[in-house]
């Protein structure tokens, strides 16, 4: 278990498309999750990705199982290991929800995203996943598998008045937002 270094905006690593995962159950897949979840547990995340620590697979994490410092409000996402993800909108209408992210520390920017979307994918054995969800939910997975394709959240801001520091945006959340 190993907290890894977390990539930054601006590192061209950031941008590439990851690969699916073609082996589950593995030692080495394990130890990618482990210290993925012990990376984010250690900056408070509320979600990791692994092209965000320079490792290009179709794995992301997300959930804490307790109220997370970042996103005191939200409500608890359920721990999960997604692989290989598909996401599917329910319906076009979208919500405008805050974001921050760990490859973008410091900033908050206001993001778009479908509020209620059904996602498929499997579980670090193999086994399938396939959840309908909505609100928060639907925004972390949306936002973490975002980086699966190259993407990170300023990419989807439509209002650049509504994105910034996050100590100047929301001061009560400064000492946690690095």
Known sequence: MTIREILKMG???LLRIA???SAFDTDELHLLVLDMFDTMRAVNGAGLAAPQIAVDLQVVIFG???VNPR???APLVPRTVLLNPVITPLALDEEDGWEGCLSVPGLRGLVPRFSSIRYTGFDLYG???DRTVDGFHARVVQHECDHLIGKLYPMRIRDFSQ???TDVLFPSLEAVDD
């Open 71 to 73: 996103y005191p409000d």
């Open 64 to 66: 804490t199982g307790q």
């Open 163 to 165: 994105f910034g520091f």
């Open 11 to 13: 590192d061209p690593r």
């Open 127 to 129: 086994g399938p996943i």
């Open 19 to 21: 690969q699916p995962v």
